[in-house]
């Protein structure tokens, strides 16, 4: 036995004396590129390691025809310019060749020639477009690398992409992308058209269209939303007619940018729209997506109109849905001047009106919104206020499709005001509140914290535990703090966060929302260069593997409860937003 142990012992001593021997350096492993036995490692480790080194040796790859792709794809994660004039050069030969594994050789060299971010290439991509034996990946590539590089000279090839219906509707989402990518600055009425184009799978445009307006943020843009709102796109209003879409579905859809765009120029429209709204001049489901459009520019100067349209007792049951959407706005918001005004219509209690079927009914949707905005933007002050209320139990009819009880929803609100009640101006004591099991709770201390303004101390605050939480409604107030409290420092861990939940179903609304902030504050931060967003795309890369790292066989973050039993949290579907 121990003759065997022995053995063992000098076997590993061996392999151990052999690895240090034999240990390569960055020039073996590019020697080793040559190598077709060692090139799949010597190409890994070449891209690991950004090495330059290497570029002579994968150009003569290319050149010889030797493990084409992945050494074409390698010159790209490179990014030294050196090889882009070999690259066009390889490019114009193989991009008028009609064949698809030529055809996936375009594609690539056009992604790397955008990944290298050389300006020189711009003319070549163009003429890729152009050129009418290039593929649909070849062309997908050259338009998706002309978004890359940022050139303006870009800008009409691709407005046409997205305006000409006979175009692959990939090529044309890479299209919409890239208007935004280079900050074109003509761009708006092609946007705005982009916002109805759809095929028959139900792929469309929308989502691409609505961030490339976010990312240029110009008048042309601000000018053609409202155009395109008013139904003035003629393009639009065509393509919308074709496919039977209703006029009402272009301003929904017009308005929701204006909303995302978060722009003071687009407020007086939608404030115009909002008082069409209140005088019953447009459909309902119009001003209901107004009222949240304005909630999403969240702009101070909506708030006194909003309060004062709260403060309209509804005159029938289809007004209730309008107070919980205005509620949602106004938190959205983040203060408000009227909270004594929203305390009083909830100690009211419920509503007595007719229902559905003309008999008299109680409803509570009034009550419970007002409690809502009072336990969410009000401070201590109103805890025995609303203890009072509560104890009164006028607010108590069940809300038809709800799982949870009025009482319930509402004593889970009070959970808000017994830690103001607890925390007052103490911010340390807010920031333990963030760790709290309760949802209600930690949901009110990220608003807290956000409207402290102190991006200094607590633009950090919420990027730990609470990021993540699953809770939907703490989710949407970590979006309010992205949105009020985001910092260049910051912005890698939400950019994280948003690529890592984009497939996640349970937070879908909120992670695309986040998105749209992202956009927002890259633009005003001037972080939405190529050069800069590829430093966050790598910091956020990074955040995110030591973030999946730290948590890989352990328990998901949790309330301590169900997923429907959430400390008196609302069951799916029941509010859009708390």
Known sequence: MRKILLWAFLINLLMLFTACETEKTEDDWVKELRDRRTRDAALMYVQQHKTKKAV??????????????PSIYTLGIIGDPVAVPKLIEVLKQVAIKDSVDLDRMTEQICMSLGMIGDKAAVDSLLWVLDNANTGEAGRSGAVQALGMIGDKRAEPKLIDIVMDPKQNLVIRHYAAIAL????????????CYALFVDDETGRNLFRDAQLSMIQIGNQDIVDNLIKCYDLQNEKANELAKSIELKPEWIQIKSVNVMGQMRDERLLPKMLEEFQKGMDNKIVYELFAKVIQAIGVAASPKAEPVLAKAFMVSPKGTEYLNEKEIIANALIDIGQSEHLDAFMSIAEKGDLNMKNAYGKPDSFAQYCLAAANVVTMLGDASYVDRYKKFLDSGKCKAQIFGWKETTPNMLASFAKRLD??????????????????????????AVYVLANTGDKEKY??????????????????????????????????????????????????????NLGYVLAWHMREMGLDTPEKKKE??????????????????????????????????????????I
Request: proline share 4%; net charge negative; aromatic share 10%.
């Open 56 to 69: 002579p040796i994968l150009l003569d790859l290319v050149e010889k025809r030797y493990t084409t792709i």
């Open 180 to 191: 935004g990518e280079i900050k074109a600055e003509k761009a708006g009425e092609a946007l």
């Open 419 to 444: 830690a103001a009640a607890e925390c007052k101006d103490d911010m340390n004591c807010w920031l333990g509140k963030l760790k709290s099991n309760d949802w209600a709770v930690r949901q009110k």
């Open 459 to 512: 633009a950090k605050a919420v990027l730990d535990d609470t990021m993540y939480f699953p809770n939907e409604y703490v989710r949407d107030a970590v979006l309010y703090f992205a949105w009020k409290m985001a910092t260049p420092e910051t912005i890698p861990y939400y950019y994280s966060l948003w690529q890592d939940q984009k497939l996640n179903k349970e937070f879908q609304k909120v992670t695309e």
């Open 536 to 577: 966050i795309e790598q910091k956020a890369a990074e955040i995110s593997a030591a973030h999946k790292a730290s948590t890989k066989g352990a328990a998901a973050p949790s309330d301590g409860t169900k997923k429907d039993e959430q400390a008196g949290a609302p069951a799916e579907g029941e509010w859009e937003k």
